[in-house]
Every structure is written in C-alpha cells, then in structure tokens.
C-alpha cells in the first residue's frame, strides 16, 4: 500500500477550532482521495463510511472481517449497513484466533487483533488500487490503553474521525442528524473481550460465549456482555446488562432461557452481576 505519511495527523490540535467537527472531516477525506474503510457496523465506522461514501463516491471499499470472534448478528449488520449505503463492501475471513498472542490474551490481545485486522487491509488496499486504510478511531479512544493503536501505526491507518476532532459526543449527535440508522447503537468489542487476562482465548470459548449472547439478543437486550471465568476446573458466565434492563430478565421465562443455555454449554455457575454493563468488566479493555 502506498503511501504519503507527511499528511497524517496524530491529533485534532493543528485543525482550527471554528471550523465544524463534520466538514474537517469532509476535508479530510476529500484530501485523501480514496479511502479502504475498516468497517465495524459500529457507529464510528458507520459515520466514516457514510461520511466518505457522501465525499469520495466510487473510490470507498468498505472491510469487515469476519471471525468467531465477531458474531454472526453483527455481521450481518454490516452487510445490511454497507448494502443500504450502495457501497462496494468486502467481507474477509480473519484469523485472529491462530495467533499465539492473541490466544495467550497476555494484556496486549488488542494488538494482535488489530495487526491481523489491519495487515488484512493494506493487502485488500492494494489489491482493489486503493491509497489509503481508514478505521474509525476517535479523540476519546487516546485517553484508554489501546495496544490497537500501535498496530494501526505500525500499519500506516489513518484515522479521519481523528484528524477531525470528532469526540464520542460528535459522532453521535453527527449521526443522528444524518440519519445515520445506527447513531444510539452500543458499543461493541470483539468476543476476545469476554475473557480476563490472562485466560486462554479458545474456538471452543469463544463460541459458548457467542452463543448464550444470542440467547440475549434474541430476548431483546441491547446492552450486554457474557464474561467467562475459569474457577479451577469449572468455569462461570457473568452476565452484565444495561441497569435499565436487568430487571428484564425476571420476566417469565427468561431467566430459565438463558440458565438453560449457559448450561448447555458446559459452565458450572451463572450469574447476573448487580454493577451492570460497563466497560472493563473482565479485567479488559472493553
């Protein structure tokens, strides 16, 4: 992939303040010329990819790769996203899970995630004649501990919602107000975030995860993770929700629903944790 790094910004800071989050933004982008969007289905993928399709027509391929990592729900998501945008959309399998330092999930998972994520974008780039790799990284992204981060540098990303001062703040009002249909959606991480640090990443793992949050989607719950802890030889799910929707699963049936499922597959205890959904629940980044 090639590459012109003197216009890479690593902040908003040399960007006039008076002028609006949405067209530095549009500059950006009209500047770069072309764009391979790592697309999410998140809503700061989804304003990017909306926002460069708006600017940059034809020269826009969207990415979303595609592991047991990532569920199938959200994957289709994306597809519907991308299709209902009319944008050229490539779905790529990932393969995070046959990387040592992924698996061993030793503090530094993120970062073997997003090289796998990242190393697989520059190649589609070059192979569709595009200059330029873009993810949705923001300004409140630089205040956590993002080892993600230092695999996008390493891979010449670019960041536009950065380079335009976008805040979490902005990019929801920004959606909203462009109809962007996924503006309020929670954020997401990848299933590889259900397990604290130093557990083992597995196939197996990761799909008993996938599948009881399923069993959540399916009963309507927007906000939640499923995070796995090994006790000795048996193994607990704790379940976080939003706090406006833990009493939801008192209703009749439900409970029983999800207590089936997680003992189907094979843990030993389930639990409702009373803090409710928030990030860094297991000992992780998100």
Request: net charge negative; charged share 30%; proline share 3%.
């Amino acid at each position: 992939m090639t590459t012109n790094s003197s216009i890479i910004v690593d902040s908003p800071e040399s960007i006039p303040e008076s002028i609006q989050p949405l067209d530095r933004l549009r500059s950006v982008l009209e500047e770069a010329g072309d764009a391979l969007v790592v697309f999410s289905g998140g809503v700061d993928s989804a304003l990017l990819l909306t926002v460069a399709v708006e600017v940059l027509g034809d020269k826009v391929v969207a990415l979303t790769a595609d592991s047991p990592t990532f569920p199938p729900e959200e994957r289709d998501a994306a597809v519907d996203f991308a299709k209902n945008l009319g944008v050229r959309h490539l779905v790529v399998d990932a393969l995070e899970l046959e990387r040592e330092g992924y698996r061993a999930n030793a503090g530094d998972r993120c970062y073997h995630c997003k090289t796998e994520l990242f190393e697989l974008a520059s190649l589609w780039a070059d192979r569709v004649g595009l200059t330029w790799v873009m993810d949705g990284t923001i300004v409140d992204d630089l205040g956590d501990d993002r080892p993600g981060l230092q695999a996008a540098k390493e891979q010449r990303v670019r960041h536009p919602l950065l380079e335009a001062g976008f805040t979490k703040k902005d990019i929801r009002s920004t959606s909203k107000s462009l109809g962007v249909s996924v503006w309020n959606k929670p954020a997401f991480a990848c299933l590889g975030s259900r397990f604290p640090v130093g557990t083992e990443v597995t196939l197996e793992r990761v799909v008993k995860v996938q599948r009881i949050e399923s069993v959540l989607r399916i009963f309507g719950f927007s906000k939640f993770r499923v995070r796995y802890h090994k006790i000795g030889e048996q193994t607990m799910a704790r379940i976080e929700l939003g706090e406006d929707e833990l009493s939801e699963v008192f209703r009749e049936g439900i409970r029983e629903a999800i207590v089936e499922r997680c003992l189907e597959e094979g843990f030993t205890w389930v639990t409702l944790d009373l803090l409710g959904y928030r990030l860094g629940g297991a000992g992780v980044s998100s």
